[in-house]
């Protein structure tokens, strides 16, 4: 049973950057498609970025092209997220998911069996 547990979420101001990251236990990261999602209050939960378990693939939502970066580390089981030149509609909560990669498609919009508890951004 993988746990997600994601860090470095924040308050930061317009055009500023974090790192979040996200840190596997009880299983392996390399055998699982990795994305992070974002959830604005009011709004519904939004696909980011996502990584193939390789690491050779990755993905992004439209409107995070070019500003966001994801990238893994399988060897410390950590998947990063890095947020540049933030703007106010990119405030709200970060979550990574997980899902073993066989048989499953690795991109925004599958449906993801690990979710971690999230992480704050705020961007004022």
């Known amino acids: 049973h993988v746990q997600l547990v994601e860090s470095g979420g924040g308050s930061v101001e317009a055009g500023g950057s974090l790192t979040l990251s996200c840190v596997a236990s009880g299983g392996t990261l390399r055998d699982y498609c990795m994305t992070w999602f974002r959830q604005a209050a009011g709004k519904e939960r939004e696909g980011v970025a996502t990584i193939s378990s390789s690491g050779r693939s990755r993905y992004y939502g439209d409107s995070v092209k070019g500003r966001f970066s994801i990238s893994r580390d399988n060897e410390k089981n950590t998947v990063t997220l890095r947020v540049d030149n933030l703007q106010l509609d990119d405030t709200a909560t970060y979550y990574c998911?997980?899902?073993?990669?066989?048989?499953?498609?690795?991109?925004?919009?599958?449906?993801?069996?690990?979710w971690g508890q999230g992480t704050q951004v705020t961007v004022s």
């Open positions: 998911a997980a899902h073993l990669s066989v048989a499953f498609k690795c991109d925004l919009g599958s449906q993801y069996h690990y």
